[in-house]
């Protein structure tokens, strides 16, 4: 109803008796004051939207100083595994296999009997060899007796010169005749102790190529058995060349300490690590023309035969130790339109600003930062998507490790309750309840439990 209405509706009073003109003239009164109070209040309505717009609150933020940490460096590599010793077990005489004295896979000792080939052959040869040399040994006898006669005798001119110089140089042929009997003979004595093949080290033998009645020959390809030494064993790594000279480069400026250990750490191909740990043996000098990486050794404990030859593994090693390290959390970095790593700090003057970073390595959740941020920045980490560069927003510190510092709400005094019973206030004609008695601000109310972040000013 507005105030024209109003108007007109008395002027249409005239013609009612006047008794009923004056009810009902009351009653527009009463009408035409709840119009005047409706555009007041639709004025003031007006009037406080503009003031409740200017008092939006600004965004809230997660900030964390940065603070320098130590931190040793460790790098991941690829590696094999490969037997401590390796004994490819051949033949070194030819003959038929008669006996294989060994269970395949099992553990044996240097020196274990594996084969028997037939010794017949040489064991023939053997004795033959040996009555050679007896026999040269009983010629050199009658040799050195006639020698030492026709030197007494050419010495008061019995026999010639020609006689006495014949003997001598018999004694000496005799002489030479055992030396070659006597190598004859142990050769024969080797070749029958080949027949027995024995191991050359202690370890693990795998499958025999041959059985019983099996042909061999001596120094063939083919090996009857493969012996490998498995405790200790050893671990073949391989590093870019590239990663290795940035390393001796961080050393050598001091930008790294030496950790002053080899240990070695090893994770195994279904993700498990391996309990003992190893030490580095050495790095190889040369770097591999098609892959440009170098190889490095590393030399594990492996008394429960855990690792075996040609395993794939991963192996931890200590690059070094950086005592003033800058780690920042890895959700606190976001990559711009190029792709370069940025984050955002809050400056002295409590704005918004976005710095490049330059980044190393990741180390768990955490980037570890070359350049970019130093000691004592403020960064933030949680909502960086409410703020950009320039924004003065609501900073709330968290610790280092990104949790809230603060105390709990139930350590913090209680805020003022409002009355728990309020009297309604009567509506209009003293009829119902009016409007509910104003309760407390939400944005002012604190949380419901659990602890606070501490807001910086």
């Known amino acids: 109803m507005s105030i024209i209405s109003v108007a007109n509706a008395v002027d249409s009073l005239d013609g009612l008796p006047r008794a009923f003109a004056g009810r009902r003239a ?10 005047v109070a409706l555009a007041g ?7 406080a939207t503009p003031h409740a717009a200017g008092e939006m609150p600004p965004p809230e933020v997660g900030v964390m100083t940065v603070t320098p940490e130590r931190v040793v460096l460790t790098t991941e590599l690829p590696g094999r595994t490969t037997a401590y010793r390796i004994a490819e077990v051949r033949p070194q005489v ?14 044996i000792k240097a020196g274990d009997l594996l084969y028997q080939i037939d010794p017949a052959s040489y064991q023939a040869a053997y004795d033959s060899a040996e009555a050679s040399l007896d026999k040269a040994e009983a010629t050199l006898n009658s040799l050195q007796l006639k020698a030492k006669r026709y030197q007494q005798l050419s010495s008061i001119k019995a026999v010639s010169q020609q006689d006495a110089d014949d003997a001598d140089a018999s004694l000496k042929q005799a002489e030479a005749e055992i ?25 693990r033998i795998g499958k025999s190529s041959v059985t019983e009645g099996a042909l061999v020959t001596a120094s063939q390809s083919t090996t009857l058995a493969t012996v490998q030494q498995l405790d200790p064993i050893y671990v073949d790594l391989t590093q870019s060349a590239t990663e290795a000279m940035r390393l001796r480069r961080a050393l050598s ?14 994770i195994l191909e279904d993700g498990t690590p391996y309990p003992l740990e190893g030490t580095l043996e050495f790095s190889d ?9 170098i190889t490095m050794r590393a030399l594990f404990p492996n008394p429960e035969s855990v690792l075996l030859p040609g395993m794939y593994v991963r192996a931890i090693t200590e690059d070094g130790v950086d005592d003033a390290a800058i780690l920042l959390p890895q959700r606190a970095v976001t990559r711009d339109s190029k792709g370069d790593a940025v984050a955002l700090f809050v400056g002295p003057d409590g704005k918004i600003v976005q710095r490049a970073l330059t980044l190393s390595r990741a180390i768990g959740d955490r980037w570890l930062v070359a350049g970019g941020a130093t000691a004592g920045d403020r960064l933030v980490v949680d909502g960086v998507q409410k703020v950009r560069p320039g924004v003065t927003p609501k900073v709330v510190e968290l610790a280092a490790a990104g949790g809230a510092a603060g105390a709990p709400a139930a350590q913090r005094p209680a805020r003022e309750a409002p009355a728990a019973e309020a009297p309604a206030a009567a509506g209009p004609d003293g009829e119902g309840p009016g409007a509910p008695a104003p309760g407390p601000d939400p944005a002012q109310a604190g949380p419901a439990g659990g602890s606070t972040p501490t807001a910086a000013n």
């Open 26 to 35: 009351a009653r527009l009164a009463v009408a035409a004051g709840f119009v």
């Open 41 to 47: 209040g639709l004025a003031g309505c007006d009037d």
């Open 94 to 107: 030819g003959g038929i296999i008669q006996k294989r004295l060994f269970k395949e896979g099992s553990e």
């Open 179 to 203: 030396a070659v009997n006597k190598a004859s003979l142990e050769t024969a004595r080797i070749n029958l102790d080949y027949t027995r093949v024995t191991s050359p080290i202690s370890g």
């Open 253 to 266: 400026e001091g930008r790294l300490k030496e950790g002053g250990s080899a240990k070695v750490k090893l």
């Open 285 to 293: 000098v040369t770097v591999e023309e098609t892959t440009g990486a």
